[in-house]
């Protein structure tokens, strides 16, 4: 008791191993959890701005577009 057996020391390298090794799963976790983070604030940053000078008006109705309908 109060040292480190063998099972303590391979449960810690699979750990590890799974939490590190390959091709950097938690980085790439990370990294994708970054990106949603960015892309949600982009979105609230353009609902705060004003509409730009190129948006253009609706085409108003045409007196043959009226009589159809």
Do not use: C, N, Y
């Given at each position: ?62 007196e ?6």
């Amino acid at each position: 008791m109060g040292s480190f057996s063998i099972w303590h020391i391979i449960i810690a390298v699979g750990l590890l191993a799974l939490l590190f090794g390959g091709r950097g799963k938690i980085s790439g976790i990370m990294g994708d959890t970054a990106k949603g983070i960015r892309a949600f604030r982009e979105g609230l940053k353009g609902d705060d701005e004003p509409q730009s000078a190129e948006a253009k008006p609706l085409p108003k109705e045409s007196e043959k577009d009226k009589a159809r309908s």
